[in-house]
């Protein structure tokens, strides 16, 4: 199986900034999608960011501007940095990656633990 481990959450005042890095490990043949979802208390899971394994990226409207998503292929991590934060990004932050992976080489929806990021002042 495919891990996924996050780091880099905590509390932060608004306005402050945060990295958080997601590792990929196990057997890994290739990763396809790579990026960041949160979840809320009570409301459902979204997508923030996501980047291809070309290097293209995508972003919720409410995180433009602010964060910026990276990988670094060769180390099967993708970080997501998040500037000018604010109390609505307060959730837990998912990794997640599309990858083929395994000892079966099975292509697989891989998910983080998650971590805790807290805006407040």
């Known amino acids: 199986q495919v891990q996924l481990v996050e780091s880099g959450g905590g509390l932060v005042q608004p306005g402050e900034s945060l990295r958080l890095s997601c590792a990929a490990s196990?057997?890994?043949?290739?990763?396809?999608?790579m990026g960041w979802y949160r979840q809320a208390p009570g409301k459902q899971r979204e997508l923030v960011a996501s980047?291809?394994?070309?290097?293209?990226?995508n972003y919720a409207d409410s995180v433009k501007g602010r964060f910026t998503v990276s990988r670094d292929n060769a180390k099967n991590t993708v970080y997501l940095q998040m500037n000018l934060l604010k109390p609505e990004d307060t959730a837990v932050y998912f990794c997640?990656?599309?990858?083929?992976?395994?000892?079966?080489?099975?292509?697989?929806?891989?998910w983080g633990q998650g971590t805790q990021v807290t805006v407040s002042s």
């Open positions: 196990g057997i890994i043949f290739s990763i396809y999608d």
């Open positions: 980047m291809s394994s070309g290097g293209n990226a």
């Open positions: 997640n990656a599309d990858v083929v992976g395994g000892p079966k080489s099975l292509r697989q929806n891989a």
